[in-house]
């Protein structure tokens, strides 16, 4: 190959370009987003219906049905499954992997439009939403004050959100939890009945008197007027105004049969921060935003937000899912850089070489620099897969390296000039070195097309071996020889030796040395002598361990301290929000008073995006720094388990919080009862998925298969 001696001949040009590469590797690695792990977007999309006020036998009659049969005419549809419940619809289309998930988008929202004339006329907009990790949100606020609630409330979400929404890199803000303002009318039988008149007449006119409608325009002289009418009410007086019909000429308005009331919506889910009620923000970034950079940019606009709050009102971080990523990005780059300096420490014990040892340590970073510019125009994020893509790369950067300047060496040896080695010496194992790179590529490109979700996740770490391979090839063949080519050292024979210290450790060395080929060719000569035994050992060695990989342990990610943990209480069907909420409370006490929780949040009642569900509620605190205040994650969480176990009333469960989401991304909980969620600060936990399935029953259909849920039974809902 000439490229070798290319870059022995033109040592200012290529050290130019690998300047540039340096430069634009920097560059590179500053865009980089950082992120726990990979975006997974699942080949999942989700139909979510509200129907207020109707039983899970209706949902499942009048929407559900309807919605299922739509979709599954689309193609690629692998797998449909259905929740109906107590005001809500959730539909789940699983497609093939290989499908276009932004078509498949298009196509649900066209069948859905389809449907929506069978379905009943008051129910809301379904939403549509595919599933991706990158939607998680990435962090929790908290408000709370000694105002009522439902100012809480409206400042959140009129005013909070909005600053929020404002930063860069943030996609939405929802806001849970607190009351919302409500007019409502209590209309009196007694003297509705005594007009005459019906609540259905009471209602039309409530919706006929509230009501603003385009006039069109009015041309008047030289000025066009703009003609609206306003009718929405502007208070209650206006409310209790509102003409409801006449009777003998006398009009009968809402006053006369009803009184108005400023008010607040029935609650249907409770939210409490650290025992007392509070209102929650969930901060959501854009879809392949850098997480850390967004966290630290909401955390820099706090100070500015909380100056300008209300007074009594207090805004806190509750979970900062930025820090735990920052603190397991740390620790695999730390540990990269260690096993880097060691790869260096170990070829100068046997290279013995210092200058030749400054040649392998040059090219490690380099190449790893060089990799990054791979890295962001494949747009791969910074995170465990590509990370510890890049860790298990770097012991295999140095190898090409490694080969080519130990074959340099060997040519100057011969007493050939350092130029005219490193030419000879690169182009001989040029394409030795070439080939066995593009074999261990082989190795890990096959994973690249793997299909599912393993595929996905491990896809970065095999793009980034990969990238880091070719960039250690490309280091191989043109700055090792160009280096070795200027300032490689042959010591010559005639020589003096080294005197004092210098020369005690060439000494040492040798004889170290020495003594390892020596008894490396008594254990070589003795196992040669005895193949049989040799060939015996192996085999039986290899049957005992086979077996064993039965009792090894699967999963899809290692456990890792997110210090999150969940507390679920489950109550039996039919029990009223109250009681549910009455037995939170005591689990909130119990929880708090266990001096490893730093705090928590419970969510009573918990809804979805689309208004109904269960989903884990996420918190989070910074670990404590005490030495005497950590504890493993399995202690505390038997503590809480025997401090909770004699509450009465439900079935309480305490587990951790899985990754990201990944390990349940796909899950549909049916909400047959109210459910209560504690996430826990510890100082020291960690959190895995609950796959525990609620009572269902299915039904198949020709294809694709059809899973349906229904809370039928409930006899809340009779």
Not at 99 to 115: I, P
Not at 389 to 408: F, K, P, R, T, Y
Not at 578 to 591: K, N, S, Y
């Amino acid at each position: 190959m000439n490229i070798s001696r290319f870059a022995v001949r033109r040592p200012i040009t290529t050290c130019m370009f690998f300047s540039a590469i340096v430069v634009l590797g920097w560059i590179s690695f500053q865009r980089l987003a950082v992120d726990q792990l990979p975006d997974v977007a699942l080949p999942s999309i989700t139909v979510s219906t509200t129907y207020e006020g109707a039983g899970p036998a209706e949902v499942e009659r009048l929407i559900t049905e309807y919605i299922e049969k739509a979709v599954s005419t689309i193609d690629g549809v692998k797998e449909v499954r259905s929740t109906s419940k107590e005001n809500n619809s959730t539909v789940v289309i699983d497609f093939t992997w290989d499908k276009d998930l932004t078509e498949a988008v298009n196509e649900v929202r066209e069948k859905v439009a389809e449907a929506k004339r069978l379905l009943p006329e008051d129910i809301d907009e379904p939403r549509i939403w595919k599933y991706d990790t990158s939607a998680q949100p990435i962090g929790y606020l908290a408000l709370r004050g000694a105002s009522e609630r439902f100012n809480v409330r409206q400042y959140a979400e009129d005013y909070l959100a909005y600053l929020l929404q404002q930063t860069e890199g943030v996609a939405a803000v929802d806001v849970w939890g607190g009351n919302l303002r409500e007019i409502q009318v209590l209309v009196d039988r007694g003297r509705l009945e005594a007009t005459g008149l019906s609540l259905a007449q009471v209602e039309q006119a409530l919706h006929a008197e509230n009501l603003s409608l385009a006039g069109g325009h009015l041309e008047a002289g030289a000025v066009d007027y703009l003609v609206r009418p306003t009718g929405e009410f502007g208070g209650l007086v206006e409310t209790e105004q509102a003409v409801v019909a006449l009777r003998d000429g006398i009009r009968v308005s809402i006053k006369d049969v009803a009184s108005v009331v400023d008010g607040l919506k029935d609650e249907r889910t409770r939210t409490r921060v650290n025992g007392e009620p509070g209102v929650i923000l969930a901060i959501r970034k854009q879809s392949g935003g850098n997480t850390v950079r967004v966290a630290q940019q909401v955390r820099a606009r706090l100070p500015e937000i909380q100056a300008q709050l209300p007074q009594g009102l207090t805004l806190s971080v509750l979970y900062d899912r930025s820090t735990f990523i920052t603190r397991s990005i740390n620790q695999v780059q730390d540990t990269a850089i260690q096993g880097g300096a060691i790869a260096v420490l170990v070829r100068l014990v046997f290279l013995r070489s210092l200058i030749s040892t400054v040649v392998i340590a040059v090219s490690i970073p380099i190449a790893i620099i060089a990799t990054f510019i791979l890295l962001y125009f494949w747009q791969i994020s910074l995170n465990w897969m590509s990370l510890g893509g890049l860790a298990l790369g770097i012991g295999m950067l140095v190898d090409n390296s490694v080969v080519v300047l130990e074959n340099i060496f060997r040519h100057a040896k011969l007493g050939k000039d350092r130029q005219l080695a490193a030419m000879d010496g690169s182009s001989e194992v040029a394409l030795a070195v070439a080939a066995s790179t593009l074999t261990t590529l082989c190795v890990f490109m096959s994973i690249a097309f793997v299909h599912g979700k393993i595929g996905v996740i491990f896809q970065e770490l095999t793009l980034t071996v990969t990238a880091s391979l070719l960039a250690s090839l490309l280091v191989a063949l043109t700055l090792t020889p160009m280096l070795c080519g200027k300032i490689l050292r042959v010591r010559d024979e005639h020589q003096p030796p080294s005197t004092g210290l210098r020369r005690w450790l060439e000494l040492q060395g040798e004889r170290f040395f020495n003594a390892l080929d020596a008894s490396y060719h008594r254990s070589l000569a003795w196992a040669l002598s005895h193949r049989a035994l040799i060939v015996v050992v192996s085999l039986t060695l290899l049957a005992i361990v086979l077996p064993l990989n039965r009792h090894i342990g699967q999963e899809l990610l290692p456990p890792v301290d997110e210090s999150l943990i969940y507390a679920r209480l489950e109550m039996p069907v039919g029990t009223r929000i109250d009681l549910t909420d009455e037995t939170m409370r005591q689990l909130e006490r119990a929880i708090l008073a266990n001096p490893l929780i730093q705090g928590s949040f419970s969510r009573t009642g918990l809804t979805s995006r689309g208004g109904g569900g269960s989903p884990p509620a996420l918190c989070s605190s910074k670990p404590s720094t005490a030495p005497n205040a950590r504890k493993p994650l399995d202690d505390v969480m038997q503590t809480l388990r025997r401090d909770t176990r004699l509450i009465p009333g439900g079935k309480i469960r305490i587990y951790e919080r899985p990754i990201c989401g990944v390990s349940g991304a796909a899950a549909v909980r049916s909400a047959s009862r109210w459910t209560s969620v504690a996430s826990i600060f510890s100082k020291q936990s960690l959190c895995r998925t609950d796959q525990r399935d609620h009572r269902r029953h299915r039904r198949r259909v020709a294809h694709p298969i059809d899973r349906r849920r229904s809370n039928a039974g409930d006899p809340a809902a009779h």
